[in-house]
């Protein structure tokens, strides 16, 4: 993912910290540090599918699976 379409996301999720990323995504501390560094400077960053689809679901206002009663 280049790195303006992740700030993008960071944008609209009102992300600002690696700490929140940890928060939000579930990531380490030091991967979302890393990752937070890259874009930064402007580099691209390889993310997992579904660290994609996370990002997707959580920029849509989707909750974890289980929090919806079926």
Known sequence: MNAQDFQRWLDVMKITKATQLVETIGWSRIHAQK???????????????VDELAMSALAQ???KWSDYDR
């Open 61 to 63: 206002g989707l909750r």
């Open 35 to 49: 990752i937070m560094a890259a874009v930064k400077s402007g580099e691209s960053v390889t993310l997992k599918q």
